[in-house]
């Protein structure tokens, strides 16, 4: 049994996901972890596949005319779960569009230590909107990293907010 | 509500007239907005073009940074959404200021300077908010819950130049208005 990560990118049309679904089925393949969604109009699929096949006689099986599919064997993770000394913050961009927002920002953020776990960015007109979650280890200084991260928001004409995750256990 | 009657269409003298509503990005949306003097002509005269645009969009509120101005009045009439519970009305409020918020839940929304674009938000969806009648200058005070509470509490933002997507609770919470919404 391997573990791959398999990437399907597409025109968005009715059937995609049926297709690429079905031929995974049939191949006997195990959709673990996965994510959809749509880029530009393109549909855009990431899914962690356990099964008997190698990565390349994936890829075959889900050779479509539309879609681009890559397929790559990757070593399972058995602690990707969250740091538990992680601190969770979700930081909001939105400004005119232009290079180099996501650089400017994640450079600030690697430099503590901050870890992107999720990202999604749209362009709608001539607004940029970024919205990451992110985990920041327990020592940061989060008043002196939010004060660098305003100063780059400001440097891109964006606004910048960073506040921390709303407690969900309930 | 209190302070003006029952419930219902705010009658006004002055006639509006529709604005153009700025999308974002704008500076005057990014900007705290200023009280104002209700009795002033200026002011009922932008309260009147700030109603007169909300009836000419498909929205339930609206904020006066949003047709430009950044002074403190927002308008709203939640009547037609299918989540609004209490009505207050078609009504525009000066300087309006959030008393009381309780009861914080997750909800949908959207903004028309954000075309294209929603995101779950929690706010408050039992709130009181207090303000002054363009005009008279009359004390008014609202009490809302659901939608439309969720709909004053964003208007309110708005004159504090916070846009809905400065509260969006993750990355997966931004989503792309791909279609009419059904029913």
């Not at chain 1, 709608?124 to 989060?142: C, F, M, N, Q, S």
């Not at chain 2, 509470?149 to 964003?154: G, P, S």
């Not at chain 2, 933002?157 to 993750?170: A, N, P, Q």
């Amino acid at each position: 049994m391997g573990l791959s990560a398999v990437t399907v990118l597409g025109v968005d049309r009715p059937g995609v996901i049926a297709a690429v679904t079905g031929a995974l089925a049939g191949c006997g393949a195990n959709i673990q972890d996965s994510t959809m969604t749509l880029l530009g109009g393109h549909v855009a699929m990431m899914l962690l596949v356990n099964g008997e096949l190698s990565a390349d006689e994936l890829t075959k099986h889900l050779t479509a005319p539309d879609l681009v599919v890559t397929a790559a064997a990757v070593a399972a993770r058995r602690d990707f779960r969250r740091r538990e000394n992680g601190l969770g913050y979700v930081l909001t961009v939105h400004g005119p569009d232009r290079p180099g927002i996501i650089s400017g920002i994640s450079t600030v953020l690697a430099a503590d230590g901050g870890n992107i776990t999720g990202m999604s960015t749209r362009l709608t007109g001539r607004l940029y909107v970024l919205i990451a979650d992110v985990e920041l280890p327990e020592k940061v200084d989060v008043a002196d990293l939010m004060r660098r991260l305003a100063a780059v928001g400001a440097g891109l004409d964006s606004e910048i907010t960073f506040r921390p995750v709303e407690p969900d256990l309930l | 509500m209190t302070g003006s009657g029952a419930p219902g269409a705010q009658t006004s003298a002055v006639t509006g007239t529709a604005r153009p509503v700025l999308p974002a990005p704008h500076p005057v949306l990014s900007s705290p907005a200023e009280e104002v003097d209700p009795t002033a002509p200026a002011v009922v005269s932008a309260a009147a073009d700030l109603l007169a645009t909300l009836r000419r969009e498909p929205a339930t509120g609206l904020s006066a940074p949003q047709i430009g101005l950044s002074w403190r009045l927002i308008a709203f009439d939640a009547r037609s959404h299918p989540r609004t519970r209490s009505w207050a009305g078609e009504l525009v409020v000066v300087n309006p200021r959030l008393a009381e918020a309780a009861r914080w839940d997750s909800g949908r929304e959207g903004c028309a300077s954000v075309a294209d674009l929603t995101a779950d938000v929690r706010r408050a969806t039992h709130i009181t908010v207090r303000g002054r009648l363009p005009g008279s200058g009359e004390p008014v005070t609202i009490e809302a819950d659901a939608f439309e509470a969720r709909c004053i509490q964003h208007q309110l933002d708005h004159l504090d130049g916070i846009l809905f997507l400065d509260r969006v609770s993750g990355a997966l919470s931004l989503h792309r208005r791909l279609h009419r919404c059904g029913g």
